[in-house]
């Protein structure tokens, strides 16, 4: 005998399903196990406070004045526990509580007097029942539409997966509106099922009344209203009943609306009042620039309204949605949205099984759609008449889909609708947060993938116009397919078993596993406050005094966690900026790895040191630990570019780098480069030092509005190491800093000949001109190598390097000239970028000289020269072990390839 099941669906041989359910059981119990070990060992979070506060004081007092951004269902469900501890404060003597700021309420030493633990935890556990339901729900479902063993593999998805655990866990909003939206949806669709034969109003009733809880629950349930209405308009437009009337299907709605409303308004305890008191309070609290819809509403701010606090809420929303967030995505923080957040995020952070067992998903029901393309069109007839689809010669149509009969279309519908819309407002929206925000589309995501390990099902047609039952043969379940699967939920298994107890920062292998999800993002989606147990426990095994912490959860004091360490910004005792943001000083940094990428700080890249280094080991994969010693070979100099000015000055400099004792020198980048203290050609023990540059110069903007970066000055800058990037203007303008290491300049490559300037190229290179470097010529500065960068846009150029070993008392330019057979120059390169106050004994100056060649110049072997001149006379300076040569012949090839 079939058994009749949701949306038309029929099974064959079910048998006992007691087995299957006690197994359901087991993998609820393996959540709530799951759950319960994690709780203990999570700190508060960054919204838990507020959530908690806020229910606690709405129980006490009945007063909604701390409701703020969403409805108070969930804060008064996850709060009612707290009601049974005698130690909690009355909300009323609690400061903030007249001003009615939920977070200066919220962030009272009245709440840290009391152990955090004793009311944290108590308010998370009603969050893993709601888990637990929404659990149950989904295997119901599953089961209805595909099979005992649907719902099972449903379920076990949704058991192991990190980010259901993550939410299941914390006192947030999340998990809840997750749950309701799905049973809302559970019901609609049972009741879109019933009402194609027998209309099923206490269905309605509690579809209604599920709607309203969700819309109760958060202002983001509010995509119910226009998916499930929609549902409802269009399955009666395709009913051909004549029971079914358009006025019948509107007193549903009416119904179904009227009921969601009174449950919302019951949430807000009947409250009734005028919107301006409401208002006021926003304007407070909220930002007055981002305020656009108070001014719309001030006309009927002062009329009684149902729910004002609703209409606050639903206010409050809309303005942080035109304004959005700081956000952290790969390596860049930013304000506002970007259509490629939610799916990058969703790609890392959810597991690599789930992921393929979507693609498999989809490709069935590909292959379930591109069915139909396949048939003949001749070997069938459609006749269309009065709207209406009838088939003949359907025995032709053998595999047509279940999904492309019209009457079945429902299940698909239902299941896909909040996925759907829910996905594509998320590629627009400007609130960047977190993969928290994807939540409700998962429990739809395991019901879609259920169909994977669906039997093979026999598929009915409702419809008046045909009777036809059509077998549809699914993927057959073959050892391989078996294995497959198996090992993909053995995957699944071992994720769940690494990542506890901290969920929340799962990420999968694609993004290098969980301890590097902080390379990609930050906020919820990977420390949220959740580690300072982690970080307590981490100190106590290392033994470690000196630590300096920064906490995403700026409000809370370490000590209340046992945590001794120094506060760094933004944690409340910390001064507001870290104090030598380019050159740290020694000591163990931990570091949230939200604040790493400046989120809650008053500088966005306050942390950019840290952002170009390893740390030494990552805490509970979200707080990272680094250990920032004294190097013996410490900086002893800072040279700037100035072009198109010099970055830093001096009292920047000591700020920056809590040094004064640096040799601060200037030069222009475009000309020359000056590598102070430089070692002696062959010979290491060149001091090391910084670098600091215009990122304006970095990558100068062309006519083409692209940024391409100098070739000579990315050149100089291969050896160094990024120690710092400012890209927004503050005090001093956007810049980048660099550490340049110590480094060995290589000899000239051979031959070489020294010669006087006035010979041509023949009489300069014979045997008994060849010279070795390095060069030293008269008055100060020695010749040690060259470089020839490729020929690009017509120029070639060379880099000369230069020793200096006394300052020349006048000005000098370096001199180089493209000559081929005779001495007359073809190109002139002649220059010095560096003023001689920059200059001390053993500085190495590199001086580009570039060579703008005709285009009628032929292709072959040319040389440059090169030498020392006297601005002022023009008297060329002697090798001081050639007394008749004044310059340097370089062999060049030019090539038009």
């Known amino acids: 005998m079939k058994q009749k099941l949701a949306i038309g669906t029929r099974f064959r041989n079910h048998g006992d399903f007691s087995q299957i359910h006690w197994l359901a059981a087991l993998l609820l119990a393996l959540v709530f196990l799951q759950a319960m070990t994690s709780i203990p060992r999570l700190s ?29 269902l969930i804060e008064l469900w996850m709060s009612w526990p707290l009601l049974l501890s005698p130690q909690m404060p009355d909300p009323e003597m609690v400061p903030a509580w007249e001003q009615g700021d939920r977070r200066l309420f919220a962030r009272n030493e009245a709440w840290w007097q009391i152990p955090i633990d004793l009311w944290t935890i108590p308010a998370r556990i009603p969050i893993t029942w709601l888990a637990l339901i929404l659990g149950a729900f989904l295997y119901r479902w599953a089961t209805d539409w595909l099979g005992p063993r649907a719902g099972l593999f ?23 509106v997750t749950t309701l939206i799905f049973i809302t949806m559970y019901c609609m669709q049972r009741f879109l099922h019933t009402a194609s034969y027998r209309p099923h109003l206490p269905l309605l009733v509690a579809s209604g009344f599920l709607l309203g809880l969700a819309l109760s629950a958060k202002i983001s349930a509010f995509i119910l209203v226009p998916i499930t ?22 007193g549903w709605i009416v119904v179904y609306l009227g009921l969601a ?4 308004w019951g949430s807000y305890r009947f409250e009734v009042g005028p919107l301006s008191d409401r208002l006021e309070n926003l304007s407070h609290i909220d930002r007055q620039e981002s305020l656009s819809y108070v001014d719309r509403l001030e006309s009927l701010s002062y009329i009684p309204i149902p729910m004002p606090s609703y209409v606050q809420s639903f206010i409050r929303v809309q303005d942080h949605v035109s304004t959005g967030d700081a956000v952290y995505l790969l390596n860049r923080t930013y304000r506002g949205g970007r259509w490629y957040f939610f799916p990058i995020t969703f790609a890392l952070k959810t597991p690599l099984p789930t992921l393929t067992f979507l693609l498999l998903s989809l490709i069935y029901t590909l292959r379930k759609l591109l069915t139909l393309s396949r048939l003949r069109i001749t070997d069938y007839e459609l006749r269309i008449t009065n709207y209406e689809l009838r088939i003949t010669n359907i025995s032709k149509l053998r595999k047509l889909p279940r999904l492309l009969i019209p009457g079945n279309l429902w299940r698909e519908l239902v299941i896909l609708g909040v996925p759907l819309c829910y996905t594509g407002i998320s590629l627009f929206s400007s609130i960047n947060l977190g993969y928290r925000h994807l939540l409700p589309i998962l429990p739809f995501m395991f019901l879609f993938m259920a169909q994977l390990v669906a039997p093979h099902i026999d598929f009915s047609d409702d419809s008046q116009t045909s009777n036809v039952k059509r077998q549809i043969p699914y993927l057959s379940v073959s050892r391989l397919k078996t294995v497959l699967f198996g090992l993909l939920l053995l995957w699944l298994t071992l994720n769940a078993i690494q990542i506890w107890p901290f969920h929340l920062t799962f990420f999968n292998e694609i993004a290098g596993g969980s301890q590097n999800g902080y390379r990609y993002l930050a906020d919820s989606n990977v420390d949220w406050g959740q580690g300072l147990k982690a970080v307590r426990d981490y100190l106590e095994a290392h033994n470690i005094q ?5 906490t995403f959860t700026y409000f809370i004091c370490p000590e209340l966690y046992g945590i001794h360490a120094a506060p760094l910004p933004p944690v409340a005792a910390a001064p507001p900026v870290l104090a030598a943001r380019f050159n740290p000083a020694p000591g163990t940094y931990i570091l949230s790895a939200s604040t790493l990428r400046g989120l809650q700080t008053a500088d966005p890249e306050m942390y950019n040191w840290f952002w170009h280094r390893a740390p030494d080991d990552v805490v509970g994969n979200a707080m990272l630990v680094y250990h920032v010693t004294d190097s013996e070979s410490r900086p002893m100099w800072l040279a700037q570019c100035t072009v198109p000015a010099p970055p830093l000055s001096l009292t920047d400099i000591a700020e920056g780098f809590g040094r004064t004792d640096l040799r601060v020198v200037y030069f222009d980048c475009t000309q020359s480069w000056l590598i102070p203290n430089g070692a002696p050609l062959g010979n290491d023990g060149a001091s090391i030092g910084w670098y ?3 990122r304006d110069i970095l990558a100068p903007k062309t006519g083409t509005n692209q940024h391409i970066p100098d070739p000579f000055i990315a050149h100089m800058l291969m050896p160094t190491h990024l120690n710092f990037e400012q890209t927004i203007p503050k ?5 980048t800093i660099y550490e340049a290491p110590t480094r060995t300049l290589s000899p000239a490559p051979s031959p070489l000949w020294a010669a006087s300037a006035v010979w041509p190229p023949a009489q300069a290179t014979t045997a008994d001109q060849t010279i070795s470097a390095p060069i030293p010529f008269d008055t100060g500065l020695t010749f040690l190598n060259y470089e020839i960068l490729a020929q690009e846009n017509g120029n070639l150029t060379l880099l000369t390097y230069w020793q200096v070993t006394e300052v020349p008392g006048r000005l000098f330019s ?28 053993g500085d190495v100056v590199v001086q580009r000289h570039t060579f703008p060649l005709a285009p009628d110049l032929p292709e072959g072997d040319y040389w440059v020269k090169v030498g020392i001149y006297w601005l002022d006379d023009g008297t060329r300076w002697p090798i001081t072990s050639r007394p008749m040569a004044d310059a340097v012949y370089i062999p060049v090839t030019i090539s038009r390839k």
């Open 229 to 250: 209405v929609g549902l409802m308009v269009v399955w009666g437009w395709q009913q051909k009943k004549p029971t079914v009337s358009t006025w019948r299907i509107l």
């Open 44 to 72: 508060i979070t960054f919204d838990e406070d507020v959530h908690i506060t806020t229910g606690y004081s709405i129980w006490r007092t009945g007063d909604f004045r701390l409701v703020e951004d969403h409805p108070p």
């Open 261 to 264: 409303f009174m449950v919302l």
């Open 154 to 176: 449903a379920l076990v998805l949704f058991a192991l997966d990190p980010n259901i655990l993550a939410n299941a866990t914390l006192a947030t909003l999340d998990l809840g």
């Open 731 to 735: 005090t001093t303008p956007a810049l």
């Open 814 to 841: 370096l001199m180089a000239h493209l000559v081929a057979a005779e001495a007359v120059p073809l190109a002139v390169g002649d220059g010095f970028g560096i003023s001689l106050d920059q200059l001390h004994p």
């Open 546 to 550: 000196d630590a300096n912490l920064s």
């Open 692 to 694: 600091v540059l215009h």
